[in-house]
RNA sequence: GGCGUGGGUCAGGUGGCCGCUUGCCUGAUUUCAGGUGAGAGGAAAGUCCGGACUCCACAGGGCAGGGUGCUGGGUAACGCCCAGGCGGAGCAAUCCGACAUGAGCGCCACAGAAAAUAUACCGCCCCGGACCAUCCUCGGAUGGCCAGGGGUAAGGGUGAAAUGGUGGGGUAAGAGCCCACCGCGUCCGCGGCGACGCGGAUGGCAGGGUAAGCAUCACCCGGAGCAAGACCAAAUAGGAGGACACGCCGAACGGCCUGCUUGGCUUUGCACGGCAAACGCCGUGUGAAGGUGAGUCGGGACGUUCGGGAGAGGUCGGCCCGGCCGAGGUUCUCGGGUAGGUCGCUGGAGGCUUAUGGUAACAUAAGCCCAAGAGACAUGGUCACCGCCGUAUGCACGAUCGAUACGGAACAGAAUCCGGCUUAUCGACCCGCCCCAUAC
RNA sequence: GGUCCCAUCGUCUAGCUUGGCCCAGGACGGCACCCUCUCAAGGUGCAGACACGGGUUCAAAUCCCGUUGGGACCA
């Protein structure tokens, strides 16, 4: 399992008219440690992008709320639905969370959006436990 | 042992798994895969100073503007650092200080007689005078009160600040009027590169505060900033650079354009008359339009000649003197630049050790070492173990060590690079010094 | 990354240049009372702010320094 999700890379979003375009059409989705806006792309793959504000905190804040997310897009990446583009808007709560809990609070909220199927093999990182 | 104070170092470590950016090597020769190495700080922060670097400008001078402000040194430079002086805080180690000048202008609310000018209000004292009262030797004396002349600056609710302070002498009352001590000023000598210090003589008291108010003095500063700047270079759009002679004002002449006046022509409307059956045609008068001839009256641009004269504007990135460029036209050449990309981009006033000089900051020399360079933004995530701190529990005669459980580990993320300052910061360790207590 | 500007009642502002009359003025808004049969309008009164921390000064909204929070511009 590992090697797939080693040869597909999760793509980022960066231009500014992607994340403009997405948070115009998209659908909102709100939990206490993060927000997820989505929209169809009509592209072969999925496309996930990271925003955090000022609001969020200092730059080492911020650059740790980046950090976090991009490790739990790219443990989930190969179960995303394609043709998706999601926008991410961490909150101050995730940064204190325990890493497994906020990882069954994604998993859990991406397929209740449909974004994401059930993972057969309960998730790649859990296999410690 | 406790309290305090100054300086320095560090900012958890190791390993497994999964990832990111990148140098080199190999395969492939756009991409990609593998191997191997590197990958945040003491403040990376604030952008408060100073430089390097880059572009623009630049003969030079003056003014303005900004900054610094005890003295000497260090440095590429600084508002930084070191050493010293002076003032202040502290028992002390030590710490703090925009700490130059007081010539001129401004301001000093309220209160107060008065707020910067030397005098004056109340008061105190003396003098002579008018009135009243008492005594009376009927000359006057004493006391009160009223105005006047003079002497004073002792005292005067104030105020942030009041014209040296304390004590004594002196006087009608007083006053540096005189004396002693202290303070202050001036001069001289000595020490120090200097800020300044010490000693002596002397003056009789100069003269308020504020310059983080305007100012003066000394020194420094050209402007902008890596989004600086250099190179390559789509689509679209036409522009950019060089050379040439004339460029301004006045007068005369020449032709051109236009307005006006006037003559005739063409077209057409109206009125009258004539011809004609009618359509219509002809003549006269009048109005409009068009082009045209003349007048040279008015205006405009142009050319030639003559005379006068260097003119508008721009630039020197605040202004002036001064310097430089110089509109539009003709002709020649073909590049300039946006998106995008590449460079600038990290080897440097670099670090460490040793030696020498210096009280020190620092400098010099030798040896060794190379340590991030992005472009939507890398340097991470997770698990285990070890180490640190705190609390609780149990064991233990008590303490240290050790055990178990829980909790904690800050401030904070490079963006051209350095030297500083300021601000944020849980703590750990090391070195020096002061004071207190105890023991010897 | 760099260059600069601003901060005063709930809101919009005056005062800052030249410190004192300022326990900071005005407008809109709020509250209470009067007027009216009631509401509106009107009248009277009240509450309410110098972003924060130091320094200079007798005295700071004002001058100086630092911090915080906003905003503008530069390819």
Same mark, same amino acid.
């Given at each position: 399992?590992?090697?797939?999700?080693?040869?597909?890379?999760?793509?980022?979003?960066?231009?500014?008219?992607?994340?403009? =375009?997405?948070? !115009? &059409?998209?659908? /909102?989705? $709100?939990?206490?440690? #993060?927000?997820?806006?989505?929209?169809?792309?009509?592209?072969?793959?999925?496309?996930?992008?990271?925003?955090?504000?000022?609001?969020?905190?200092?730059?080492?804040?911020?650059?740790?709320?980046? =950090?976090?997310? !991009? &490790?739990?897009? /790219?443990? $989930?990446?190969?179960? #995303?639905?394609?043709?998706?583009?999601?926008?991410?808007?961490?909150?101050?709560?995730?940064?204190?969370?325990?890493?497994?809990?906020?990882?069954?609070?994604?998993?859990?909220?991406?397929?209740?959006?449909?974004?994401?199927?059930?993972?057969?093999?309960?998730?790649?990182?859990?296999?410690?436990?």
């Amino acid at each position: 399992m590992s090697d797939v999700s080693s040869r597909c890379p999760p793509v980022f979003l960066k231009k500014t008219e992607d994340f403009e =375009r997405v948070k !115009r &059409e998209g659908k /909102r989705t $709100t939990t206490r440690f #993060f927000n997820v806006v989505s929209c169809r792309s009509g592209l072969g793959n999925a496309r996930v992008g990271i925003v955090v504000g000022r609001r969020l905190g200092n730059a080492v804040v911020r650059n740790r709320g980046k =950090r976090i997310f !991009r &490790e739990l897009v /790219r443990h $989930t990446y190969q179960c #995303f639905v394609k043709g998706h583009d999601i926008v991410i808007f961490p909150k101050r709560p995730a940064l204190e969370l325990n890493h497994q809990r906020l990882q069954e609070a994604w998993i859990t909220t991406l397929i209740s959006q449909e974004l994401m199927f059930a993972p057969n093999p309960p998730a790649p990182l859990v296999r410690g436990a």
